[in-house]
């Protein structure tokens, strides 16, 4: 549990603080400047993984292939949110190897957090459904700190931002609660992001994250009933 505990702040305090004061201070160094953020990007994960890896619990945190493989066709509708992301390609998102990048590197570190750390510290004080939810609320409000940013409209795009963010760490928590493993959750994290940082067009986020909010609460409801009646939480009819 105390392991857990300082695994959480750990990792939290790398990707929030470290990683982002490191990249602003090179950020003058131009075409150093990419190398520097890459290898930094690099390095918080690298050491994030030898942090689990330390607590010798890489299955505890969803950092495994997952124990029921036959139920990663179930997550399969999770890819409509990249898929429903491609129309800001034809409408100036510009998709460059850094953003490639960082999105890659939210992927995992978001996902290690939330539904790695976050969502094992819950599972092992009060079970994996308080675990589900929990963690996806915590996501939810992780994202007020986009209030940080500028803009006349920041406000409502970060309240938009949270509800969205709820409903995405319910859907990716019950995915690791079904199958034991984050991997599917990173790569549709990270294959929204990539086109998601690379676009500038905000009325298509809003659009996007309306719909995307729908389809991921109809997507995690379903499925979340489905578990709860096969661990026996709820009892089906005779």
Same mark, same amino acid.
């Given at each position: 549990?105390?392991?857990?505990?300082?695994s959480?702040?750990?990792?939290?305090?790398?990707?929030?603080?470290?990683?982002?004061?490191?990249?602003?201070?090179?950020?003058?160094?131009?075409?150093?400047?990419t190398?520097?953020?890459?290898?930094?990007?690099?390095?918080?994960?690298?050491?994030?993984?030898?942090?689990?890896?330390?607590?010798?619990?890489?299955?505890?945190?969803?950092?495994?292939?997952?124990?029921?493989?036959?139920?990663?066709?179930?997550?399969?509708?999770?890819?409509?949110?990249?898929?429903?992301?491609?129309?800001?390609?034809?409408?100036?998102?510009?998709?460059?190897?850094?953003?490639?990048?960082?999105?890659?590197?939210?992927?995992?570190?978001?996902?290690?957090?939330?539904?790695?750390?976050?969502?094992?510290?819950?599972?092992?004080?009060?079970?994996?459904?308080?675990?589900?939810?929990?963690?996806?609320?915590?996501?939810?409000?992780?994202?007020?700190?986009?209030?940080?940013?500028?803009?006349?409209?920041?406000?409502?795009?970060?309240?938009?931002?949270?509800?969205? @963010? $709820?409903?995405?760490?319910? *859907? /990716?928590?019950? =995915?690791?609660?079904?199958?034991?493993?984050?991997?599917?959750?990173? +790569?549709?994290?990270?294959?929204?992001?990539?086109?998601?940082?690379?676009?500038?067009?905000?009325?298509?986020?809003?659009?996007?994250?309306?719909? @995307? $909010?729908?389809?991921?609460? *109809? /997507?995690?409801? =379903?499925?979340?009933?489905?578990?709860?009646?096969?661990?026996?939480i +709820?009892?089906?009819?005779?």
């Amino acid at each position: 549990m105390k392991s857990n505990i300082i695994s959480t702040v750990i990792m939290t305090f790398l990707y929030l603080v470290v990683c982002p004061m490191i990249r602003s201070f090179f950020a003058d160094f131009k075409t150093a400047s990419t190398i520097i953020n890459l290898a930094v990007m690099a390095l918080m994960i690298v050491f994030s993984l030898v942090r689990i890896h330390d607590v010798k619990d890489f299955k505890g945190y969803g950092v495994c292939a997952g124990d029921n493989a036959g139920k990663m066709k179930l997550i399969l509708p999770l890819f409509i949110l990249p898929i429903m992301n491609v129309p800001s390609l034809f409408m100036g998102a510009n998709v460059t190897p850094m953003v490639t990048a960082s999105a890659i590197y939210v992927g995992i570190m978001e996902e290690l957090i939330f539904r790695g750390c976050v969502y094992k510290l819950v599972d092992d004080r009060w079970g994996e459904h308080k675990a589900i939810v929990f963690s996806s609320i915590a996501f939810g409000l992780f994202h007020l700190i986009n209030l940080s940013g500028s803009g006349k409209d920041i406000v409502y795009l970060t309240i938009l931002q949270v509800f969205y @963010a $709820c409903a995405i760490g319910f *859907a /990716f928590a019950v =995915v690791r609660a079904r199958t034991g493993s984050i991997l599917f959750p990173v +790569i549709v994290h990270a294959l929204v992001d990539i086109i998601g940082m690379a676009d500038e067009n905000k009325k298509f986020d809003v659009i996007f994250d309306s719909c @995307a $909010c729908v389809v991921l609460i *109809a /997507f995690g409801t =379903v499925y979340y009933v489905k578990y709860r009646k096969e661990t026996g939480i +709820i009892e089906t009819a005779a």
